[in-house]
């Protein structure tokens, strides 16, 4: 059984219009999870890009939806305090009746640091700065009133496959491991690091929700797949100005793609690996028919 979740990268042109269409479009199509990236500029470069800011967003997402989980994937450290951080998350928690699961990192983008004059610290302070944070974050809702609705906390999410550091830090501390799929053999081992590392604590390794982060192109058939094929080019750079034959060959190397019956086989066969919930960056803004067309056929398939 494996859930599906919607991931919008809002550097990537997200705007209030948009914004709120998929936030309807989530909650009422029976998504599990409604995430966006907390960055303020495109990660592919181009220039001009509408960024709504992430936590303001995820206000509006509170109001706008009534059953699905939301929250940010992920809030960097380096540019949100932890004391105020856990405020926020607080805020929006309690405004969504307890909804939000706060997805916390350490920074990678050193070009949205830069250009805001934020320090881009070495990759030892960023995660000396998160491992620090989150015991901040913690501190944060024991001391602060108002206290996150569901028993004074928020369930943290965290990503990463850094088997000395990262992976011991999530199994300590983490409700939700969140990784990029590089291939079963690569999940599998980060898989079995992430049990040792919960069983060297005294966790239950089957505690942690386990997701990945994939992208993905569906059509209902071959025209209207490639017809998406096409579009995602105006997104994502490397994929402008080539054919669509060679966009497909691409994206099948790292995607979910297909009709919702080969999405769904895709799902299942990765699913088996441990996976519990696949989150999807939904790159085509405009395109609520996609979200549609994986709600009625393919969710039903891998429930």
């Known amino acids: 059984m494996a859930k599906i979740g919607v991931m919008i990268e ?6 209030w219009e948009r914004w709120r269409h998929i936030c309807q479009d989530a909650d009422t199509l029976g998504f599990d999870a409604l995430r966006r990236s907390d960055h303020f500029l495109c990660v592919f470069g181009v220039e001009g890009r509408d960024c709504i800011e992430c ?6 997402a509170a109001e706008w ?16 305090p932890p004391a105020v951080l856990a405020r926020i998350a607080t805020a929006v928690d309690l405004l969504s009746g307890g909804r939000v699961i706060l997805g916390v990192g350490a920074g990678w983008y050193e070009r949205e640091h830069t250009d805001n004059k934020i320090p881009f610290l070495t990759l030892k302070e960023r995660m000396d700065l ?23 906390a928020i369930p943290l999410l965290m990503g990463g496959r850094g ?5 011991p830090m999530m199994a300590r501390e983490a409700a939700e491991w969140n990784v990029g799929f590089d291939g079963p053999e690569q999940y599998t081992h980060l898989g079995q690091v992430m049990d040792e590392s919960c069983r060297a604590i005294g966790r239950d390794p089957k505690s942690i929700r386990r997701s ?21 080019g105006e997104v994502i750079p490397k994929y402008k100005g080539i054919s669509t034959d060679e966009v497909l060959e691409d994206a099948r190397q790292h995607w979910l793609v297909g009709t919702p019956e080969e999405i769904a086989e895709q799902v299942r066969t990765k699913a088996a690996l441990g996976i519990d919930l696949f989150m999807l960056q939904h790159f085509l803004l405009d395109d609520r028919d996609a979200l549609q067309l994986l709600a009625s056929e393919v969710i039903p398939a891998v429930a």
């Open 10 to 15: 809002g550097q990537e042109g997200l705007n």
């Open 55 to 60: 936590w303001t967003s995820l206000a509006l």
């Open 65 to 80: 939806t009534k059953r699905i989980q939301i929250g940010p994937m992920v809030s960097p450290m380096t540019f949100r």
């Open 130 to 152: 998160m491992e620090d944070g989150i015991k901040t974050i913690r501190h944060t809702w024991e001391t602060a009133d108002p206290k996150p609705p569901r028993g004074g």
């Open 163 to 167: 088997e000395k550091r990262s992976l």
């Open 212 to 232: 990945v982060m994939t992208s993905y192109l569906i059509g209902r058939d071959d025209s209207d797949l490639r017809e998406r094929a096409h579009q995602i």
